[in-house]
């Protein structure tokens, strides 16, 4: 048997937590334990019960419950029976101490189904109970269900007698609180499996104890409380006992205290229609009546006092409800019933009331709406699961401040705001406090106020415009259900020597090549950076400097290298920046963005001091830098986007990085470069380069047929269509009339094909075979010489044929030999023969042997001999 089943007998529980002793389950438990301890008795019942038993292990156990078990079914020496509060339990209580002992005496399946088997067959004997309320029904469980079992009555034994004060205690060990939510678990699943299954045994002692459980109907009302607390503890308010508590009615803002000072430095409060609403529900507060108090005699309440003062106010409010609602024209019924809603909750949530407290005040709330009150004319309240203080203060700070976001998003929108930062930042708290509700939406507490967050940033653009007002926010994450918090990288100040680290390689020079070009690549190729062009915004934002008060942790592991190879670090907290924005995009605009990212973190690189070993990416640096890329890539899921860094040559790269730019920029120069002759012969300069690069890659990128286009193997830096031939684009610009360029410009083109031998093949043979054809039709008669074809004339196909002729036959033979009956005819030939020439003589031996049979023997002797026999001589 598991230690972690042993873990949970009810001594255990009760040494963990000695509250539970108090327990009529523990009382009942300790008086049985002892009759079984107790002196063996020889009595009848155990000599004739105990006959069919033969393991003597469970014999001594059988004795020990038959010792206690025939006087506790028939009141003999038992006072605990009659002082228990709950009668009709000792059963169950039985049952729990039994199921115990099996753990405890660590019995298998097969031991148990002999235990169960026995008691079964001895129900009407010995043990059987004189009265029939105190028969108890033993069913034949398995070891599983006596585990499941035992946990749902520990659940519903023990938890539901202690008092709510004791739930903080046992939430204190999350293995005992899993224990107890379990159990709960248990019995709403049970509640619903044991519809269909009544025959399983599991199901008849469920349903058995179902129903003694509700029975107990005004507790009941009481228990639905403690199963929502229960369900809710991981989420409970763990803010000190020592926190101050408003009291009901006591002055204070009507939103978040934060939220609350941060619109009145816009004068953003009053224009709202929901703070004017809580100001109209503050004003219909008014006292309450002693006599609304005397519903809650029936119900036993720690904070009755608190609860009646605000059951008072809802029925002040609910009279003067009209006169509330109608100053209030533009908002509709269900609006004002959600603001007053709200309202209670933040009143809730600085009341010291406990969660049964405040499940009695809602159902009280909803039975007064319903009798007092037309449904057009009043307001309900809102289901109400079980909410924790914390919970309540959440869902309410989520439904003001999409309220009020409208209003914010107007004061974003100018130009000068100086509230502006402070306003991201609360919406960034904002966001984080929806990725956390959103995580602990288990029991679907917060799922209103999630579909309203959903409703009012996901079908419109205003993610994007956050993003713009709010930018370096993680905002745009906020809908990401892989991440767990709003921001994937941890984001956090330097400290003054990793700030001295970064400064101190500011005036750093490279002592090492970084790798070269040719020159006349680097004067040409510096120029196209022009502003006009696609490439240059890009480059331009992807470059942009990223802000240095603050870190991301995944770069922290590059700030060692910063001082010989400076910028390294830098380039990584763009890179963060870079790829966070690509994982917003979709699609093609993702894919292009890509490419744009690889060939500009390679180029950046080779601006670092220091980086390279023999022209490539070979230092420690770039390695750790690369794992940071990757790193970086996994935590934004990113699985469409690599980097090459094995045996990436510089040269190559910087080349393809060309390229590529040319193909992005072709048709912006092509359709809307309009130059003088200064400006164009600068242009024609970059396309005659480029030209070069053109014609030195075209057949290494491309896989093309001569009808059928081409296929492109690097995608990524160069396109095969004719369209984007340079060429194109000189003769676009009137390159030939600058004198630079009178000579003209070579037109690259594709050297050579995948299927020229192919389509040469073709063209030759196709060729013989017509000429053929045109000899066949010649007569024969006026034709001298003997026609024939290079097959038939050349000895070589003659007797190449030949020998693939015979290969034929033979391999035609072995198929027939191999797999049809004319191998077996040919094999068994040779026995065949022997066998008829050994029949033959055989048959001859017997003709002999048998030849006296032909005689005529009735008045001779017969004569058993192997040898001649002669006749007598007459």
């Known amino acids: 048997m598991s230690n972690k089943r042993k873990e949970f007998t009810l001594t255990e529980l009760a040494e963990k ?3 539970f002793e108090e327990s009529d389950l523990y009382k009942f438990y300790q008086e049985v334990d002892k009759t079984y301890k107790g002196v063996e ?8 019960l105990l006959s069919g038993v033969e393991d003597p292990v469970i014999i001594t156990f059988l004795k020990s419950i038959l010792r206690g078990l025939y006087p506790l079914l028939n009141n003999e020496n038992f006072p605990i029976v009659n002082n228990i509060n709950s009668q009709d339990k ?3 209580y039985l049952k729990y101490w039994l199921y115990d002992q099996l753990i405890i005496n660590n019995f298998h399946g097969y031991d148990i189904k002999i235990i169960f088997d026995f008691l079964e067959k001895h129900k009407n004997a010995c043990i059987k109970a004189k009265s029939p309320e105190k028969s108890c029904v033993f069913y034949n469980l398995t070891l599983e269900d006596i585990d499941d079992i035992k946990n749902l009555y520990a659940y519903s034994e023990l938890f539901y007698e202690t008092k709510i004060k004791n739930f903080r205690e046992i939430s204190k060990d999350k293995k005992y609180l899993n224990y107890f939510k379990r159990g709960f678990d248990l019995y709403r699943r049970s509640k619903i499996k044991c519809l269909s299954a009544r025959s399983k045994e599991f199901c008849k002692e469920f349903n058995d104890y179902k129903s003694i459980y509700e029975d107990y109907k005004k507790q009941s009302a009481f228990l639905s409380c403690q199963e929502h607390f229960l369900d809710t503890l991981y989420n409970e308010d763990t803010s000190s006992s020592e926190e101050a508590l408003l009291k009901v009615g006591t002055p204070k803002e009507t939103v978040d205290s934060d939220f609350y000072e941060l619109l009145k430095k816009d004068d953003l409060l009053e224009k709202s229609h929901l703070s004017k609403f809580y100001e109209s529900l503050n004003e219909g507060y008014g006292t309450h009546n002693d006599s609304s108090c005397t519903s809650l005699s029936e119900y036993s309440l720690k904070e009755k006092t608190t609860i009646c003062e605000l059951l008072g106010h809802v029925e002040n409010i609910l009279e003067k409800w009209d006169k509330i609602y109608t100053p209030h024209q533009e908002l509709s019924s269900n609006k004002a019933c959600d603001y007053m809603n709200y309202w209670f909750y933040d009143r809730l949530s600085h009341v010291d009331a406990t969660m ?5 005040f809602y159902f009280l709330w909803h039975k007064y709406a319903r009798a007092k009150h037309p449904p057009k004319k009043t307001c309900y309240n809102k289901e109400y699961s079980g909410l924790s203080k914390k919970q309540l203060r959440n869902k309410k700070t989520l439904f003001d401040f999409l309220e009020y976001y409208d209003y914010i998003k107007d004061e974003l929108n100018k130009d000068k705001n100086e509230n502006q930062s402070d306003y991201c930042k609360y919406i960034k708290g904002i966001f984080q406090l929806y990725k956390d509700m959103e995580r602990k939406n288990i029991s679907h507490s917060y799922s209103e106020e999630l579909k309203l967050f959903h409703m009012k940033f996901v079908p419109n653009d205003e993610l994007h415009f956050l993003e713009e007002k709010c930018p370096d926010m993680c905002l745009e994450f906020v809908f990401n259900k892989k991440l767990k918090t709003l921001c994937p990288f941890e984001e956090k100040s330097l400290s003054e020597e990793q700030k001295e680290k970064l400064k101190a390689c500011e005036h750093l020079k490279s002592s090492s090549d970084r790798g070269h070009i040719d020159e006349k690549y680097e004067k040409v190729f510096f120029f196209y950076n022009i ?10 934002e992807l470059n942009e400097e990223a802000k240095t008060d603050n870190s991301y942790s995944i770069c922290e592991r590059l700030i060692p290298f910063n001082d010989i190879h400076c910028g390294i670090y830098d380039l990584c907290i763009k890179v963060v920046r870079n790829l966070k924005k690509l994982s917003r995009m979709e699609n093609k ?4 963005r890509c490419e744009f990212i690889t060939h500009w973190v390679y180029d950046e690189i080779r601006k670092i001091p220091n980086i390279f070993s023999n022209n490539s990416y070979g230092t420690d640096a770039i390695r750790e830098f690369f794992n940071a890329v990757y790193d970086i890539l996994r935590k934004l899921d990113i699985t469409n986007c690599f980097f090459n860094t094995i045996n990436i040559n510089f040269d190559e790269q910087k080349e393809k990085k060309y390229l590529h730019d040319y193909f992005k920029n072709y048709n912006k120069i092509k359709n809307e470069i309009v130059c003088n002759n200064t400006e164009c012969e600068k242009y024609c300069e970059y396309v005659t380069s480029i030209n070069e690069l053109y014609g030195k890659y075209i057949n290494r990128c491309c896989y093309c047929f001569k009808f059928h286009g081409c296929k492109e193997r690097y995608p990524d830096y160069f396109k095969c269509d004719d369209i984007y031939n340079p060429h194109n684009i000189f003769e676009k610009l009137k390159c030939n009339q600058i004198e630079k360029f009178r000579k003209g410009m070579v037109k690259v083109g594709k050297s050579n094909f995948a299927d020229d031998h192919v389509l040469w093949l073709t063209d030759k043979y196709g060729k013989e075979e017509k000429t053929l054809l045109k000899l066949e039709k010649i007569d024969s008669s006026s034709t001298p010489e003997k026609i024939c074809s290079e097959i038939t004339c050349d000895p070589f196909y003659v007797a190449a044929i030949g020998a693939f002729g015979l290969m034929g036959f033979f391999l035609l033979f072995f198929i027939l030999y191999k797999l049809t009956p004319l191998g077996s005819y040919f094999h068994n030939r040779g026995t065949r023969k022997k066998r008829n020439h050994f029949q033959k003589r055989y048959k001859t031996f017997l003709d002999d042997d048998v030849e006296f049979k032909h005689g005529n023997m009735k008045n001779r002797r017969m004569s ?8 007598p001589i007459e």
Do not use: G, P, S, W
């Not at 502003?531 to 331009?540: A, D, F, V």
């Not at 058993?864 to 006749?871: D, S, W």
């Open 589 to 592: 605009k993702r894919t292009d």
């Open 531 to 540: 502003t006009n062009l696609t490439t240059y915004n890009i480059y331009k």
């Open 864 to 871: 058993l001999a192997y040898h001649q026999v002669r006749r």
């Open 17 to 19: 937590y000695t509250f």
């Open 90 to 92: 000792h059963c169950i």
């Open 41 to 48: 008795n020889n009595n009848f019942c155990n000599k004739v």
């Open 356 to 360: 049964c407290d405040i499940e009695i």
